[in-house]
């Protein structure tokens, strides 16, 4: 990655630039049997259809603050990075009421609906498909950005210094959270084309940055696994063998 990245928006242009056709997330949900693999360039795509529906759609701008309340999935990945293309910060297991905007998938609905701003809701069901019918008072994630373009140009530049992220009751700026992560990946040995295997939550500083910000930093890729204790043991060194696993956090 390149020494001057100082967003996380920054690093995944990087990782375009250098090989967009190596994989950068691989999801497993243990608990229905799906896997998905995407590509730096897919995810890329997924991350600007994302950026564009929050900042052309929902009208969001630097500054506003978004409740993410999702499990560690590779859409939630999707959603980190594109707030980040934005300029808006996001509140891990943020108060919704105290948010401008709220993205809750189904475990989560009920929650979101104090928040007075834009809703969006996901399904997380494979393939990404959409909710039967759409919760009410919410628009549903996988009706509207399929429409969204391919590519994401910010209103207003992203400021480095500006909050990011804020997780485990602390507030990163970008330039702090791509040093933090630059960091993690120095401490767990990831160098470009490692390929971290997490199958901790997103719920914290931990397991988002093993999850997605540390193997992103470091040039490699992560196999994110949900529900991974319903694996087994045998299952998972088939796994780290199948998915040629160089690193694990458990």
Known sequence: MNASDRTPADLLRSALAADPARPLVTFYDDATGERVELSVATFANWVAKTANLLQGELSAAPGDRLALLLPSHWQTA????????????VEVGGDPADADLVV??????????????????????????RFPAVPAGYADYAVEVPSQGDRFAPFVPVDPDAPALVVDGTEHSSAQLVERARADAEALGLTPGARLLSGLGYGDWKGLSAGLYAPLAAGGSVVLCRNLERLGGEG???RVESERVTHRAL
Do not use: H, M, Q
Not at 78 to 84: D, E, K, N, P
Not at 115 to 129: D, F
């Open 78 to 89: 999707v959603w980190l990075l594109a707030c980040s293309s934005v300029g808006v910060t």
């Open 104 to 129: 809750a998938g189904p475990d989560t609905l009920e929650a979101g609906l104090a928040c007075s701003g834009e809703r969006i809701a996901l399904s997380l069901a494979p393939l990404g498909r």
């Open 236 to 238: 998972l060194e088939k």
